[in-house]
């Protein structure tokens, strides 16, 4: 059985930085290409950044790239983004899930940004 359990989410201001963590178990973690994505409220789920399975990240959405860099530690079965330069837009709830995703999903992790 998939789960996903991400955490790092929070209320920060405009300009700050948070670090984004997926846990993933009922898989073969190391053999799955992943990606991180995001769901703004009255918005569609969108994949936000993905990587391979040797670690190489291998697509950012456009209003991302350069300040959210995805990472993964296949010892530890774990999915990570750091985002900085935080912006209003980047307000979410965001989940991981391989890429393409799975068919279920974590709770996700709620990222507001607000000054």
């Known amino acids: 059985q998939v789960q996903l359990v991400e955490s790092g989410g929070g209320l920060v201001q405009p300009g700050d930085s948070l670090r984004l963590s997926c846990e993933a178990s009922?898989?073969?973690?190391?053999?799955?290409?992943m990606g991180w994505y995001r769901q703004a409220p009255g918005k569609q789920r969108e994949l936000v950044a993905g990587i391979t399975t040797y670690g190489t990240p291998i697509a950012y959405a456009d209003s991302v790239n350069g300040r959210f860099t995805i990472s993964r530690n296949n010892v530890k079965n774990t999915l990570y983004l750091q985002m900085n330069s935080l912006k209003p837009e980047d307000t979410a709830v965001y989940y991981c899930?391989?890429?393409?995703?799975?068919?279920?999903w974590g709770q996700g992790t709620q990222v507001t940004v607000s000054s």
């Open positions: 009922g898989i073969r973690f190391s053999l799955n290409t």
């Open positions: 899930n391989a890429r393409p995703p799975f068919g279920s």
